[in-house]
């Protein structure tokens, strides 16, 4: 995980102005800050060395979710998916990035004054980070399932990135590692799997991908999309969306959590039993492989999946 404060001098888009990090503050009565009334997303970008260039990763798709999930809260936002790519391209470009990256966009009620009530006035930014390997352990994890339940739909909607929602994952995360585990899995209300605090999860039995399905409280990953396609098109697997008993945990073959920021993340240890033989499964490392493969560019079927910084064509006007 990324421990540093960022550059404050690095440039980013807050309320349609390119501005320094450190001056893009907020006011300590926003409404956002005190009932979580924001929608975030979270991009991935590798700098592929081969081609010299930075590689957007389904970027379209996350703005997409993003403006999606922002209806949620009645949030709008005046950019078309490919604006905010290009918007994301240029901070890439000004801030000269060439390393891999991560992008954070978010939305969020900006009124600064007291009371739950939503109004209209929302606020946007995004910032662009170099980013590393969100698990420093990238060999094999240690998961937990956490006493935390997932967050119920009709609760708080899981699928919406929004950020009061989080508080659900920080219980849950701080559980696990104190605990002594890497990453939590949660189980949903009625006890199935759900996913990990900021993941899906994959496991393998019987040489099937299983997964749970979008009905189980589940953010739903781009990733674990993305998975899905490139397992059942390249590796030929039968990928199958079901509700997964806590106790398949302890019999499966492998496990891995998915998603942007963990990318694909083996898990060796589930509840301080091994998985399968306690080490990096068959499926998980063909997945991994062909996954790094795909977003660096290198599988020509899937090169439309990425938005090229630097040799890409600006499709939108950027003040
Ligand atoms: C709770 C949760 N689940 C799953 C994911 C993975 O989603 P994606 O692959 O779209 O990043 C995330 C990503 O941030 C998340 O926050």
Not at 239 to 265: K, N
Request: net charge neutral.
């Amino acid at each position: 995980m990324e421990t540093k404060s960022p550059n404050p001098n690095t440039i980013v888009w807050f309320q349609n102005r390119f501005i320094r990090l450190a001056e893009a503050n907020v006011n300590i009565l926003t409404h956002a800050l005190h009932y979580g009334t924001g929608v975030f997303e979270g991009v991935r970008g590798y700098y592929d060395d081969g081609s010299r260039d930075l590689l957007l990763f389904r970027a379209p798709d996350h703005f997409e979710r993003w403006k999606r999930n922002c209806g949620i809260l009645r949030i709008s936002i005046p950019h078309s998916p490919s604006e905010l790519c290009e918007i994301t391209a240029e901070l890439c470009r000004r801030n000269a990035f060439k390393s891999n990256i991560y992008v954070r966009p978010l939305a969020y009620k900006a009124s600064a004054r007291i009371g739950v009530a939503p109004d209209d006035n929302d606020a946007h930014a995004i910032v662009v980070l170099p980013f590393g390997h969100y698990f420093e352990k990238v060999k094999g994890l240690r998961a937990g399932v956490v006493s935390w339940r997932r967050i119920d739909d009709t609760m708080i909607p899981g699928r919406g990135k929004l950020t009061g929602a989080y508080v659900n994952s920080v219980l849950a995360g701080d559980e696990a590692r104190r605990n002594g585990h890497d990453e939590a899995i949660f189980l949903t209300q009625d006890g199935h799997v759900a996913e990990g605090a900021a993941c899906n999860l994959f496991m393998v039995r019987s040489g099937k991908l299983v997964t749970p399905p979008i009905t189980d409280n589940i953010l739903e990953g781009l990733t674990r999309a993305s998975i899905m396609e490139l397992a059942e098109k390249e590796l030929k697997l039968q990928v199958v969306e079901r509700s997964i008993d806590r106790s398949e945990l302890y019999v499966c073959d492998e496990l891995f959590f998915a998603g942007t920021a963990v990318e694909v993340a083996p898990i060796t240890s589930v509840d301080h039993r091994p998985v399968g033989d306690g080490q990096i499964g068959r499926v998980t490392e063909q997945v991994r492989a062909l996954f790094v493969e795909a977003t660096r560019g290198h599988v020509p079927a899937y090169r439309e999946w990425l938005w090229p910084v630097y040799q890409g064509t600006p499709v939108a006007n950027i003040a």
